[in-house]
């Protein structure tokens, strides 16, 4: 069966009448023959595909009005340049040969569309935007600018050596016979009972298990129909249907095999042992002012050994025009040769940070580390 026939309607470019049917070939206001026209569906949309249940507003032909259509573009008079329908040998206006007419309705848009292109206004050149680079300058190099202010030197003289003082300690330890437990008996050991216990668990397949699992798949729910509608260049369209599937998700269930584990403790011999080991058990502390740093005498009782020495050499500096008091740890040989009473220049950044002391000119002559 041949695809329905739908009614087009244009509207006359000189006297501005609108929706002229498409079986009518001159303007019924003006008496125009229809030339350079576009045909167009009366509530449709160039291009749009419409469902079966969106097609009650669609204009078809009558039977009697599909017998007398053609299914051919209109030819175009180059004379008059005005539309024929395809049964006409002469123009309708001008009454000029078919003959001597070469483009039809498709022809004559395709020609239009060129001409407007070659007619086109060429697109402005849009201004560039101007970055306003002088503002993000001067912001990037008043940063730089403060960044270098506050990280330059400053050596100030104002400061005293107000006191020197030493902590000494020496950690001892003690041999003592110490109960412990292992799976291996380290040098010197000995086993005072041995007992089996879980090392680890391994994973071992147990059996398997019938589990359903749900599936699913695309399949056809069923097929609608879809049309969409061509120009036939005659003042019809053409509605042409298209089957297209329409698919739903269905679910079944599978029976699978899956194995199921369980954990198996695995068992190893474990040791209880006693073993003598150098345990850390007191300091021996020592501490005073001045530079006469001396280690303290740990006493060591008979089952006791020296372990590890430490010290710290504290200097408090005064800030003598401030009146500020500030504790600070040097290396041994700095401390060494400074003096209660002596006069020195201490140099900072300019943001207080990095503090180290040094000669007049900011020559670094020891570092100050935190008391603490
Ligand atoms: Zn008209
Ligand atoms: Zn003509």
Redesign the pocket.
């Known amino acids: 069966m041949a695809n329905k026939l739908v009614m087009g309607y244009w509207d006359c470019p000189s006297c501005s009448t609108t929706g002229i049917r498409g079986d009518v070939h001159s303007c019924p206001n003006c008496g125009r023959?229809r030339g350079e026209v576009k045909f167009y569906m009366k509530g449709h949309t160039e291009g749009n595909a419409r469902k079966e249940s969106d097609l009650a507003d669609v204009e078809y032909l009558t039977e009697e009005q599909e017998k007398d259509a053609s299914r051919n573009s209109d030819w175009y008079?180059s004379?008059?340049?005005?539309l024929?329908p395809d049964t006409a040998q002469n123009?309708l206006?001008?009454?000029?040969s078919r003959a001597s007419s070469e483009a039809n309705y498709f022809q004559m848009h395709e020609a239009l569309a060129q001409r407007e292109a070659e007619h086109a206004e060429p697109q402005p050149v849009k201004p560039k935007k101007r970055i306003r680079l002088l503002p993000i300058l001067l912001i990037a190099a008043l940063i730089v600018g403060v960044i270098l202010f506050m990280n330059a030197n400053v050596t100030r003289g104002d400061y005293e050596v107000a006191a020197l003082r030493w902590t000494r300690s020496i950690s001892v330890q003690q041999r003592r016979l110490m109960e412990e437990s292992g799976w291996t008996v380290p040098d010197g050991g000995t086993v005072t009972g041995e007992h089996r216990e879980i090392h680890h668990y391994d994973r071992v397949l147990d059996h398997y298990e019938s589990v359903p699992v749900q599936r699913s798949r695309r399949v056809i729910d069923h097929y609608e129909t879809t049309y969409t509608y061509t120009d036939l260049g005659n003042g019809y369209y053409e509605q042409v249907p298209h089957e297209e599937p329409v698919y739903t998700t269905e679910y079944y269930t599978v029976t699978e095999r899956q194995p199921v584990y369980r954990q198996e403790p695995v068992y190893q011999t474990r040791y209880d042992y006693s073993i003598w080991r150098w345990v850390n058990t007191r300091t021996a502390d020592a501490a005073g002012e001045g530079k006469n740093a001396v280690w303290p005498d740990p006493g060591l009782a008979e089952d006791e050994r020296e372990s590890e020495r430490a010290a710290a050499y504290l200097v408090t500096i005064r800030d003598t025009k401030k009146g500020t008091e500030t504790d600070y740890r040097l290396k041994e040989e700095d401390w060494l040769t400074l003096n209660v009473g002596e006069r020195i220049f201490i140099t900072t950044k300019r943001s207080g940070s990095g503090p180290y002391i040094s000669d007049e000119k900011g020559e670094k002559r020891m570092d100050l580390l935190p008391a603490r």
């Open positions: 023959a008079c004379f008059c340049h005005s024929n123009c206006s001008c009454n000029a």
